[in-house]
């Protein structure tokens, strides 16, 4: 059983940053695709950023330039750092683990973002 135990969330201003880390429990990391959605209330879960074994990315648009999805496959570990942050960023964001050939997928808990004056 793969677990991903997100940390890093929190209150920050707009403008701000913040940087999200997921650590997975030891498994074939590098062959999982990894992804960070986010969550509000009422709202369906939306992909934030994606991230291939081999380093490829992809980005919603609303993120795009701002933030960055990154990966350390030697510590089971994948990062999304977040600038110059919007009051719309607020959601709690949720670190996802799939490995498509094995029609397997896993989910971490999620962490809270919160951005405020």
């Known amino acids: 059983q793969v677990q991903l135990v997100e940390s890093g969330g929190g209150l920050v201003q707009p403008g701000g940053s913040l940087r999200l880390s997921c650590a997975a429990s030891?498994?074939?990391?590098?062959?999982?695709?990894m992804a960070w959605y986010r969550q509000t209330p009422g709202k369906e879960r939306e992909l934030v950023a994606r991230i291939s074994g081999g380093d490829n990315t992809n980005y919603a648009d609303s993120v795009k330039g701002r933030f960055t999805i990154s990966r350390e496959n030697a510590k089971n570990t994948v990062h999304l750092q977040m600038n110059s942050l919007r009051l719309e960023d607020t959601a709690v964001y949720y670190c996802h683990a799939k490995r498509t050939i094995l029609g397997v997928e896993y989910w971490g808990q999620g962490t809270q973002v919160t951005v405020s004056s």
């Open positions: 030891p498994y074939t990391f590098i062959f999982y695709s």
